[in-house]
C-alpha cells in the first residue's frame, strides 16, 4: 500500500515533464522565425549605431509579445512564463537590445500592474500596454527604481514624492532606464516618508508626458548599445493619487515582487546570448582547420564545447524551474535568482570561450560572438547584480 509520502513522492516524479507543448513549440517557431528575419539583418550596423528601430517593437506587439503573459481580459496574449522563456531566449540569441525592451515591458510593467494596480488603472494603462499599441502608435512603459546613489542599495530611494491629499509631488532622479524615451508610461518608485524606511516608499503610474519630466541623453554602452538607456528626471511632477499602485507604503514591496519576475527574463535573455555564442562556435569549430582537420576534433576545443553545453542545459533547467513555479503561484524567489545568477555567468563564460574557438576572428564586429560577449556583461548587472541574486538566495536559504 502507498503512503502518503510515496504517494507524493510518485507524484512528483511522474509530474516531471521535460516536453514542451504544441503550443509553446508555436511560440518558440515564432520568436525563431522573428529573430531570423527582422533581427539577424543588420544587427551589426544598428548595434554600431545604437538603434532599435520602432518598427522592430512594433512587429513585437503584432505578434503578441510585448503583453505575453498579460490576462487577454486587459489586451495581453494570456501565455505562460515558460512561452516568455522560450521567446526571450530565441530573441537574445541575436538582439538583446530588442529583447531588454520586451523584458521590461513583460515582467516589470505589465505584470507589476495586473498583479498590484486596481481596475481603473489596469483598463487605462494596462491594456495599451500589454497591446503594445495605442491609436495605432507603439506604447510600451518603463520602470524606474535605480538611482545614480540607489542601485543595489534600492531602500535608500533619495527621489521623494510629498503627499498633498489629492496628489503627489514627485522630485528626483533616476538612472539607466531601459525604454526610456520610447516609453509612455513609467512606473515610478520615490519615497513618500523618510522616517519609515522602506515602508514608506510608494509605486506611481506617471506618463512620460507629465509636466516637469525630463529625459537625458541616450547612454552610450559597451553591450545592448541599441537598447533605450536614459537618466530620467522629475522636477515638481503632479501625480494624482489614483496613479499610485497599492496601499500608501507598498512601493518597494512591490518593486522586490515584480523584479522576481523579471530576473526571470534576463535569465532567458543570458540564456539566449549564451546559446547564441555556443551555436556559432560550434559551427565555426566544424569549418575552420588546424593541423589538418577542423578544429572540433581536437580535445582542447571538445572539450570547452562540452562545457559550454552542459553550462547552458543547466541554465536552461534553472530558467524553466523558475518560470514553471511561478506559472504554478509557488514562491519562485530564490529560483529566480538562482536562474538569474547561473545564466548570467554562464552567459560571460560561454560567449569569451566563443570568442576563443573564433581566435582572431572572433575580435573583430563581421562575427557575431564579440558583439554577444559585449552583451553578455549587463545581465550580471541589471534587475539585480550577481552579488544581490547570492544575498537574496543566501537569505533564503539560512532563513
Ligand atoms: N522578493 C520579495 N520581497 C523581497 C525581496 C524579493 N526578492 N527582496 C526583499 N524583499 C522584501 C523583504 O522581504 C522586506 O519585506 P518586509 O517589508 O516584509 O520587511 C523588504 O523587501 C525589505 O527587504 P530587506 O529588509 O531585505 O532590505 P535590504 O535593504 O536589506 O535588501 C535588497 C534589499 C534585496 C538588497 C534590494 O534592495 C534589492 O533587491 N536590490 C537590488 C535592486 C535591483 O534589482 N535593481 C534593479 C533595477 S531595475 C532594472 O535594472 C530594470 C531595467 O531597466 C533593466
Not at 578544429?295 to 570547452?304: L, S
Not at 535568482?337 to 560571460?348: E, N, P, R
Amino acid at each position: 500500500m502507498l503512503t502518503n509520502v510515496s504517494v507524493n513522492l510518485y507524484k512528483s516524479i511522474f509530474c516531471m515533464d521535460f516536453k514542451l507543448t504544441e503550443e509553446q513549440l508555436m511560440i518558440q517557431q515564432a520568436a525563431r522565425e522573428f529573430t531570423q528575419q527582422q533581427c539577424l539583418p543588420g544587427v551589426i550596423e544598428r548595434d554600431e549605431k545604437q538603434i532599435v528601430p520602432k518598427e522592430q517593437l512594433i512587429q513585437l506587439a503584432d505578434l503578441g509579445f510585448l503583453g505575453m503573459m498579460a490576462s487577454t481580459n486587459y489586451g495581453g496574449a494570456g501565455m505562460d512564463t515558460i512561452s516568455y522563456v522560450l521567446a526571450m531566449e530565441e530573441i537574445s540569441k541575436v538582439d538583446s537590445s530588442v529583447s531588454v525592451a520586451m523584458s521590461v515591458n513583460n515582467s516589470l510593467v505589465c505584470w507589476g500592474l495586473e498583479y498590484f494596480g486596481n481596475e481603473d488603472q489596469k483598463l487605462k494603462y494596462l491594456t495599451p500596454l500589454a497591446q503594445g499599441k495605442k491609436d495605432n502608435e507603439l506604447y510600451i512603459g518603463a520602470f524606474l527604481l535605480s538611482e545614480p546613489e540607489a542601485g543595489s542599495d534600492a531602500t535608500h530611494q533619495h527621489t521623494n514624492a510629498v503627499d498633498m491629499g489629492d496628489h503627489y509631488v514627485i522630485n528626483g532622479i533616476k538612472n539607466w532606464i531601459t525604454n526610456g524615451s520610447t516609453a509612455s508610461v513609467y512606473l515610478v518608485i520615490a519615497q513618500t516618508d523618510y522616517t519609515k524606511g522602506h515602508k514608506g516608499i510608494n509605486a506611481f503610474i506617471v506618463e512620460k508626458n507629465s509636466p516637469g519630466v525630463s529625459v537625458g541623453p541616450k547612454e552610450n554602452k559597451m553591450g545592448i548599445r541599441g537598447s533605450d538607456t536614459h537618466a530620467i528626471s522629475f522636477t515638481d511632477v503632479k501625480v494624482p493619487i489614483e496613479n499610485r499602485i497599492g496601499e500608501e507604503g507598498f512601493g518597494f514591496n512591490f518593486a522586490m515582487k515584480t523584479l522576481n519576475g523579471g530576473r526571470i527574463g534576463i535569465a532567458a535573455q543570458a540564456l539566449g546570448i549564451a546559446s547564441g555564442a555556443y551555436e556559432l562556435a560550434l559551427a565555426y569549430s566544424k569549418e575552420r582547420k588546424t593541423f589538418g582537420k577542423p578544429i572540433h576534433e581536437h580535445q582542447a576545443i571538445q572539450f570547452k564545447l562540452a562545457e559550454m553545453a552542459t553550462k547552458i542545459e543547466t541554465a536552461r533547467l534553472l530558467c524553466y524551474k523558475a518560470a514553471w513555479e511561478k506559472d504554478n503561484h509557488l514562491d519562485y524567489t530564490t529560483s529566480a535568482a538562482m536562474a538569474k545568477l547561473h545564466a548570467s555567468d554562464t552567459a560571460m563564460w560561454v560567449t569569451t570561450e566563443a570568442v576563443q574557438i573564433h581566435g582572431g576572428y572572433g575580435f573583430v564586429k563581421e562575427f557575431h560572438v564579440e558583439r554577444l560577449m559585449r552583451d553578455a556583461k549587463i545581465t550580471q548587472i541589471y534587475e539585480g547584480t550577481s552579488e544581490i541574486q547570492k544575498m537574496v538566495i543566501g537569505r533564503n536559504i539560512t532563513k
